[in-house]
T-cell receptor, first 109, second 115 residues
Framework: GQNIDQPTEMTATEGAIVQINCTYQTSGFNGLFWYQQHAGEAPTFLSYNVLDGLEEKGRFSSFLSRSKGYSYLLLKELQMKDSASYLCAVMDSNYQLIWGAGTKLIIKP | ETGVTQTPRHLVMGMTNKKSLKCEQHLGHNAMYWYKQSAKKPLELMFVYSLEERVENNSVPSRFSPECPNSSHLFLHLHTLQPEDSALYLC??????????????FGPGTRLTVT
């Protein structure tokens, strides 16, 4: 079966760095996406990785290792507004997204 | 309007009612999706329409019936639902997913409660 695993909840301090991990087992691979979802709102796109390595976009970076079935989202200089759920999703061989349950990130002052 | 819109935002219905959810995208995309989001569970893909043809329905119960009259509009018709169908229903759109790397844009969702 297809499976995406990520931690249920993480806590970090304002101004710090946090890494949210995602491991996956899917039927084929056509890229990995990270989305942010604030409570009561729609998910919004953060990043896309299809090749191994690190993609940096401002305070957010995403890493992919296809051989390990592993990705992480790195958030730097955390701000209170970063409190949200972070969803990892993998596009399978049918070009459909398989989603993780999301990691709820709590930022403390 | 821009982006992806959904109506209604909230819906309470009895198990014998019939209702419809509406989604509209203003992004020029050619694929649209219905997802179900329940608390602490992964997003569940219900239906995909690409170029107005249904691509996958993932064994969704027949009490959910999608309709895609054109590339900008998507409906989800609901009838004789069960309490366990209470969830957030999200609509999304994207460019052709088979071309790879195309992120999905989500609407704000309809919070459905079945009583």
């Amino acid at each position: 079966g297809q499976n995406i695993d990520q931690p249920t909840e993480m806590t970090a301090t304002e101004g710090a760095i946090v890494q949210i991990n995602c491991t996956y087992q899917t039927s084929g691979f056509n890229g990995l996406f990270w989305y942010q979802q604030h409570a009561g709102e729609a998910p919004t796109f953060l990043s896309y990785n299809v090749l191994d390595g690190l993609e940096e976009k401002g305070r957010f970076s995403s890493f992919l290792s296809r051989s390990k079935g592993y990705s992480y989202l790195l958030l730097k200089e955390l701000q209170m507004k970063d409190s949200a759920s972070y969803l990892c999703a993998v596009m399978d061989s049918n070009y459909q997204l398989i989603w993780g349950a999301g990691t709820k990130l709590i930022i403390k002052p | 309007e821009t982006g992806v819109t959904q109506t209604p935002r909230h819906l309470v219905m009895g198990m014998t009612n019939k209702k419809s959810l509406k989604c509209e995208q203003h992004l020029g995309h050619n694929a649209m999706y219905w997802y179900k989001q329940s608390a602490k569970k992964p997003l569940e893909l219900m239906f995909v329409y690409s170029l107005e043809e249904r691509v996958e329905n993932n064994s969704v119960p027949s009490r959910f019936s999608p309709e895609c009259p054109n590339s900008s509009h998507l409906f989800l018709h609901l009838h004789t639902l069960q309490p366990e169908d209470s969830a957030l229903y999200l609509c999304a759109s994207s460019q052709d997913p088979s071309s790879g790397g195309n992120e999905q844009y989500f609407g704000p969702g309809t919070r459905l409660t079945v009583t």
